[in-house]
């Protein structure tokens, strides 16, 4: 079972993965997957059904009664075997997970992948040290609490960071002894595919983890709803949105659409499944005017934060220097090591990011640079590019501000006192994360206690501890990933009370 990327021009040809063997789609229904930096095919992927989702989810309930009685080190053994092969091979990796996702390969290597290698390390020695609550009751009782897997999960990992986010979600699972079925994004299959071949190196028995590709509708939906499926795990958004291109006018329309994580609750009310969902945000940073301006120019650069508000003494200063480094920013082929910025993920998402561009316009908001296609990128002539767009002039209500976008866009707001600016920074109904930015220590820990979100970082971003929980507030979502928070999801608990 050949699971590798080569330099030839011919698409990958995936097929599923289930009871440890390579398997093609019962209706032998397949569907293209495009390098978003060229719109070529990069790879042909199943359109898998409910049918080859039964499949899945039948050998995942056949495998669990004995993974789940496989001790703790034996399982650990093999979490961290499935880490060293995966690290022996980030470059391959990363050089897949750019074609297939857009980003550039220099991210994919320096971080993508070793996150991706990091979550199975990580829950590979956790599990060895973890502990239980015991207690004595007046010499009656001796009584303790037993933590064991719940069963078959069901997992849905997005296209945003396709192998890293997939694995946060495989890692604790079997480490905790459950088995599982996971659906990579449709846009974002070939890096799961791949780790199929490193599962069954590191001894991975069959069944415990599977896979099916495909679509929400066809695949996620059977997968979710499926009663051999004890709970469900899913990371991505929550609406959907029609999208209108016309002549460059980028307009957007939206409608109810599929509202995929109200869904997922709905189908999962009636049979009592465990649910985990991370439905995305509109992240706020806040700078305050005392903060250490350079760094926090260059780091909010970079940051996933659609909201930057900014104290006003210095305003005009962060919005010209902001300007200056977004327009210094390097939109190319991801394969260029000057490549700042890749293409987004498919050109229905870069017609859906135009259109909000169109929508600041039309709410009367400036386009302060950016906003605009890149069509001049050598080798990449038909990707998906566009410029970083800073936009000015909106209010915090408008829909620019209030909207999950999710690309290259930024609204830069101006505030004047710290009641004002959390009731901006809250005032949506997303609560997944926010930056603040100040040297006032007793002002961060003031601001941060009042921000309704699941993370907030102080004078940095993206600092991933998973001995904390990350999960959001509001419509970003239930539950929360990490240790041990992941083991309270994975995992039952039981009383034990012995005699005396």
């Keep these: 079972m050949s699971m590798s990327v080569s330099s030839g021009a011919s698409p990958l040809r995936l097929r599923n993965f289930i009871d440890g063997l390579a398997v093609d789609p019962i209706d032998a229904r397949y569907m293209p997957s495009l390098n978003p930096a060229d719109s070529s095919v990069f790879a042909i992927l199943p359109d898998s059904s409910a049918k080859d989702v039964d499949l899945a989810v039948n050998a995942a309930a056949r495998a669990f009664p004995s993974w789940s009685k496989t001790s703790r080190s034996s399982r650990s053994a093999i979490l961290a075997k499935i880490a060293n092969l995966l690290e022996e091979r980030i470059p391959e990796f990363a050089l897949a997970e750019s074609r297939d996702q857009g980003k550039p390969v220099a991210l994919a290597t320096e971080v993508d992948i070793p996150r991706a290698v990091h979550n199975f390390r990580f829950f590979s020695t956790y599990i060895l040290h973890m502990d239980e609550k015991s207690t004595e009751l ?24 396709p192998l890293y986010l997939a694995t946060w979600k495989l890692a604790p699972a079997i480490a905790s002894g459950c088995t599982c079925v996971l659906k990579p994004s449709e846009f974002t299959s070939v890096t799961c595919w791949m780790l199929c071949d490193i599962l069954n190196k590191a001894g991975l028995p069959p069944g415990v983890v599977n896979m099916v590709f495909g679509t929400g509708v066809n695949a996620g ?17 929550k609406y959907g949105l029609q999208i209108v291109f016309a002549s460059n006018t980028f307009p957007l329309f939206p409608f109810p659409g599929t509202a995929t994580g109200e869904q997922i609750f709905k189908n999962c009310a009636p049979t009592f499944k465990k649910m ?72 229905a998402h870069l017609q859906k990011v135009m259109g909000y561009v169109a929508l600041a316009q039309q709410e009367n908001g400036v386009i302060e640079c950016g906003g605009t296609l890149v069509t001049n990128v050598a080798n990449g002539e038909k ?57 006032d220590l007793s002002r961060a820990i003031r601001v941060s206690g009042a921000m309704d979100v699941g993370t907030v970082w102080i004078n940095q971003w993206m600092v991933r501890d998973l001995n904390l929980p990350f999960g959001g507030s509001k419509a970003s979502g239930i539950g929360r990933e990490g240790a041990p928070y992941s083991f309270d999801f994975f995992c039952n608990e039981r009383a034990v009370m012995v005699a005396l």
């Design 276 to 347: 985990s969902l991370e439905l995305g945000g509109k992240n706020a940073c806040i700078v305050f005017a005392d903060a250490d301006f350079e760094k926090t120019v260059a780091v909010t650069l970079r940051i996933k934060s659609s909201r930057i508000f900014v104290e006003r003494p210095v305003y005009l200063k962060y919005l010209e220097a902001f300007k200056a480094g977004a327009n210094a920013l390097v939109v190319g082929h991801p394969s260029d090591p000057k490549t700042d910025m890749g293409p987004l993920v498919s050109e």
């Design 138 to 161: 007046d010499g009656v009782s001796l009584n303790y609490v037993q933590r064991y897997p719940v069963g078959v999960a069901a997992l849905i990992s997005p296209w945003n960071l």
């Design 221 to 237: 939906a059977p997968l979710v709803s499926h009663p051999g499926v004890s709970l469900v795990s899913f990371t991505g958004g």
């Design 383 to 439: 990707g998906y590019y566009m410029r970083p767009t800073v936009l000015t002039g909106l209010s915090p209500k408008s829909r620019c501000a209030q909207e999950e976008i999710f690309g290259p866009v930024v609204v830069v707001i101006p505030f004047d006192k710290e009641e004002e600016v959390i009731e901006y920074a809250n005032g949506t109904k997303y609560g997944l994360s926010a930056s603040i930015w100040t040297r």
